[in-house]
């Protein structure tokens, strides 16, 4: 069972993530919507936990956007397995 620090996520954020293979490839349901597109990149890793923050990207210019949510799933590499680490997810929205 992967530890999990979700405490940086709003409350209707998905709280899903596993592990692939050797361990060293983490899973995460990010969360997109509209004309936005998600990602996901590792911020920090220690000893004790892995920082995963997963972005949604918006256009910069208006458009016509769909009002759907979709909860894509993506994966990060890790340069050691995740092991006993936390898992701490944050999460933010940026224009592009």
């Not at 409350?11 to 990602?39: H, L």
């Not at 990149?41 to 972005?55: F, G, N, P, R, T």
Request: negative net charge; contains cysteine.
């Amino acid at each position: 069972m992967t530890k999990l620090d979700t405490n940086a996520l709003s409350s209707e954020y998905p709280r899903t993530v596993w592990t692939q293979g050797d361990g060293k490839t983490v899973g995460v349901i990010a969360q997109e919507g509209g004309c936005g597109k998600a990602s996901a990149s590792v911020l920090e890793q220690s000893a004790s936990v892995v920082k995963i923050e997963l972005v949604e990207t918006l256009p910069l210019d208006k458009q016509a956007c769909t009002m759907d949510i979709r909860f894509p799933p993506l994966t990060v590499q890790l340069s050691e397995p995740l092991g006993e680490r936390t898992v701490a997810l944050t999460s933010r929205q940026e224009q592009k």
